[in-house]
């Protein structure tokens, strides 16, 4: 009988396996061989750490969002809390947001394919989408929706939700379709010169879409 290494370098490898097959596939159309087959591992041995195909994805969602809310929205903006009656203030806490999205995004200490689970994952409903939206996307969208009621007291739902959007849109299509848009802009990366025209780019529109003029950042920061 085989005997399976308790490792967490094993388990490592399993879990990226998986994460690399769902991103490239989908979560419903990895099969455990193509799993145990990527990870170079007996197809045992995701039984013996985690129990089963099934607790596998789970892991993969709970390391992504384990590594996402190592950084939580809230503690972005939280240097800006005390100037949020300022345009200066709220134009800060909007780009500190931004900042951070592209940041998880596009660490390249992270492997790649933790973009594309989320992508994957929010293509079909099941209970690893529930997982991901509970622990993930709700703090998120409540934090920025609190932080759009205190800069426009009158903005509705409908509209907050179409700014949070407005915020996250350009990211997320950066990461879904990153190989057309690599290719197309022929490199093998995002340059930090290219993230930080896509960060002014979505500040800017978000604070026109708030009615945060230049103007009034500018005339609030010389003060």
């Given at each position: 009988?085989?005997?399976?290494?308790?490792?967490?370098?094993?388990?490592?490898?399993?879990?990226?396996?998986?994460?690399?097959?769902?991103?490239?596939?989908?979560?419903?159309?990895?099969?455990?061989?193509?799993?145990?087959?990527?990870?170079?591992?007996?197809?045992?041995?995701?039984?013996?750490?985690?129990?089963?195909?099934?607790?596998?994805?789970?892991?993969?969602?709970?390391?992504?969002?384990?590594?996402?809310?190592?950084?939580?929205?809230?503690?972005?903006?939280?240097?800006?809390?005390?100037?949020?009656?300022?345009?200066?203030?709220?134009?800060?806490?909007?780009?500190?947001?931004?900042?951070?999205?592209?940041?998880?995004?596009?660490?390249?200490?992270?492997?790649?394919?933790?973009?594309?689970?989320?992508?994957?994952?929010?293509?079909?409903?099941?209970?690893?989408?529930?997982?991901?939206?509970?622990?993930?996307?709700?703090?998120?969208?409540?934090?920025?929706?609190?932080?759009?009621?205190?800069?426009?007291?009158k903005?509705?739902?409908?509209?907050?939700?179409?700014?949070?959007?407005?915020?996250?849109?350009?990211?997320?299509?950066?990461?879904?379709?990153?190989?057309?848009?690599?290719?197309?802009?022929?490199?093998?990366?995002?340059?930090?010169?290219?993230?930080?025209?896509?960060?002014?780019?979505i500040?800017?529109?978000?604070?026109?879409?708030?009615?945060?003029?230049?103007?009034?950042?500018?005339?609030n920061?010389?003060?």
């Amino acid at each position: 009988m085989k005997k399976y290494a308790s490792s967490e370098h094993t388990r490592q490898t399993l879990i990226d396996a998986a994460g690399e097959l769902a991103a490239e596939m989908g979560f419903p159309n990895v099969s455990t061989r193509a799993i145990a087959l990527r990870a170079n591992e007996n197809i045992g041995s995701i039984h013996y750490h985690f129990g089963g195909k099934e607790q596998l994805f789970e892991a993969v969602v709970q390391e992504v969002i384990k590594r996402c809310n190592a950084n939580p929205v809230s503690e972005a903006i939280e240097p800006f809390l005390d100037v949020l009656d300022t345009p200066s203030g709220q134009s800060g806490a909007i780009r500190a947001i931004v900042k951070r999205e592209i940041a998880l995004i596009f660490d390249p200490n992270h492997p790649l394919w933790h973009s594309r689970v989320i992508y994957q994952l929010m293509q079909q409903k099941s209970q690893l989408q529930d997982m991901m939206v509970k622990e993930l996307f709700e703090p998120i969208v409540d934090t920025m929706t609190s932080l759009l009621k205190r800069i426009d007291s009158k903005i509705d739902s409908q509209a907050i939700f179409l700014v949070i959007t407005q915020i996250i849109s350009p990211i997320a299509s950066h990461a879904d379709y990153m190989s057309y848009c690599l290719k197309h802009l022929k490199t093998d990366h995002y340059s930090a010169e290219y993230l930080q025209k896509m960060e002014n780019m979505i500040v800017r529109q978000t604070e026109l879409l708030l009615g945060l003029t230049s103007e009034k950042v500018e005339s609030n920061l010389l003060k």
